[in-house]
């Protein structure tokens, strides 16, 4: 008698690692998560996860989506002590099929099939389909990846252009640029548009203006501003949504993004509302010749939970068809 075929995805941050099942019309069920600390490796949590689900006796399919580069055999955690070899846990679970891809390469991949439910548009613009799609996540750093489409379905496009120099385009971002000239040999926007850049952003304000800086981390900003308690913290959120308006236009240009640029990460979902009456979608828009380029490119916040997982399982099914198809 055959084995049962299971496919299973991973979304594996460096806190939390979120394991669930692929069914047949691509739904994600039981769906786990578990604290990475409480395992001394991945191929640990895997054992307890097919376990767990009853499902040891599978032939499996899997893939994960890590915060960390994974195109070399050996995969190194960038925030945590784990580390594994693809081709050893692959034997060790004995695995049809391992994918391993970089979680924003997974956002990439979720972003094509997200419902209206799953994002929302902030100004005008309409998406045309199968076009370039840009994405950039402010969190705990800046990650940006692309997707274009392709006969076989959609190719992610990684790269670092979170690391790509600050432009400045007024006197107070000019002021900002040299205060944090002044800490780094480089700065790029992720110096910005970050948890720390919220930080940053204040206090190089507090620096232009003349004023003290608080010592406030940048959720405390970030409340005090939506409350509209602290007139600093409110300049620095707006300034946080400006810069990011121009570097989503960046990226609209660079790509040509008709099918819209997103916004993914942790930090913008909580603000939405701020998001669109602030500057942002105007700084979108605003590339002089090249303005009316950008004015019909649609811009989204995707408030989807789990964008890790559903671009993981776009990912495999796709290369899974792939497969088939080569068969």
Same mark, same amino acid.
């Given at each position: 008698?055959?084995?049962?075929?299971?496919?299973?995805?991973?979304?594996?941050?460096?806190?939390?690692?979120?394991?669930?099942?692929?069914?047949?019309?691509?739904?994600?069920?039981?769906?786990?998560?578990?604290?990475?600390?409480?395992?001394?490796?991945?191929?640990?949590?895997?054992?307890?996860?097919?376990?767990?689900?009853?499902?040891?006796?599978?032939?499996?399919?899997?893939?994960?989506?890590?915060?960390?580069?994974?195109?070399?055999?050996?995969?190194?955690?960038?925030?945590?002590?784990?580390?594994?070899?693809?081709?050893?846990?692959?034997?060790?679970?004995?695995?049809?099929?391992?994918?391993?891809?970089?979680?924003?390469?997974? @956002?990439?991949? &979720?972003?094509?099939?997200? $419902? %209206? #439910?799953?994002?929302? *548009?902030?100004?005008?613009?309409?998406?045309?389909?199968?076009?370039?799609?840009?994405?950039?996540?402010?969190?705990?750093?800046?990650?940006?990846?692309?997707?274009?489409?392709?006969?076989?379905?959609?190719?992610?496009?990684?790269?670092?252009?979170?690391?790509?120099?600050?432009?400045?385009?007024?006197?107070?971002?000019?002021?900002?640029?040299?205060?944090?000239?002044?800490?780094?040999?480089?700065?790029?926007?992720?110096?910005?548009?970050?948890?720390?850049?919220?930080?940053?952003?204040?206090?190089?304000?507090?620096?232009?203006?003349?004023?003290?800086?608080?010592?406030?981390?940048?959720?405390? @900003?970030?409340? &005090?501003?939506?409350?509209? $308690? %602290? #007139?600093?913290?409110? *300049?620095?959120?707006?300034?946080?949504?400006?810069?990011?308006?121009?570097?989503?236009?960046?990226?609209?240009?660079?790509?040509?993004?008709?099918?819209?640029?997103?916004?993914?990460?942790?930090?913008?979902?909580?603000?939405?509302?701020?998001?669109?009456?602030?500057?942002?979608?105007?700084?979108?828009?605003?590339?002089?010749?090249?303005?009316?380029?950008?004015?019909?490119?649609?811009?989204?916040?995707?408030?989807?939970?789990?964008?890790?997982?559903?671009?993981?399982?776009?990912?495999?099914?796709?290369?899974?068809?792939?497969?088939?198809?080569?068969?």
């Amino acid at each position: 008698m055959a084995k049962q075929i299971t496919n299973l995805v991973a979304d594996i941050g460096g806190t939390n690692i979120r394991i669930g099942q692929v069914l047949d019309n691509r739904e994600i069920v039981n769906i786990d998560v578990f604290q990475c600390r409480d395992f001394p490796s991945l191929a640990d949590v895997f054992t307890h996860y097919l376990t767990r689900n009853e499902l040891a006796q599978s032939q499996l399919n899997v893939c994960l989506a890590i915060a960390c580069p994974a195109e070399q055999d050996l995969v190194v955690m960038t925030n945590m002590p784990w580390q594994f070899s693809k081709s050893e846990l692959k034997a060790t679970l004995n695995l049809n099929h391992l994918l391993v891809i970089n979680d924003y390469t997974a @956002i990439a991949h &979720a972003v094509p099939f997200l $419902t %209206d #439910d799953q994002k929302v *548009q902030i100004g005008r613009g309409e998406a045309l389909a199968n076009r370039p799609i840009s994405i950039c996540g402010p969190g705990t750093g800046l990650g940006v990846a692309n997707v274009v489409p392709s006969e076989n379905g959609w190719v992610s496009l990684g790269g670092e252009g979170g690391h790509v120099d600050f432009a400045p385009i007024d006197e107070a971002e000019m002021a900002i640029l040299r205060f944090l000239m002044k800490k780094y040999a480089h700065v790029s926007y992720e110096q910005l548009l970050s948890g720390l850049g919220i930080e940053q952003i204040y206090q190089a304000l507090a620096d232009y203006q003349g004023v003290e800086a608080k010592p406030l981390a940048a959720h405390e @900003i970030s409340a &005090a501003a939506l409350d509209n $308690t %602290d #007139d600093l913290c409110h *300049q620095t959120l707006e300034q946080f949504c400006k810069i990011l308006g121009s570097f989503a236009g960046n990226l609209a240009l660079t790509l040509s993004s008709f099918s819209g640029v997103y916004i993914a990460g942790g930090i913008v979902p909580r603000f939405i509302e701020f998001l669109k009456q602030s500057e942002f979608r105007a700084r979108f828009e605003e590339k002089g010749r090249l303005s009316p380029f950008n004015q019909n490119i649609p811009t989204y916040v995707i408030t989807e939970a789990q964008p890790g997982l559903l671009g993981a399982c776009a990912y495999l099914c796709q290369q899974l068809k792939e497969d088939l198809s080569r068969d």
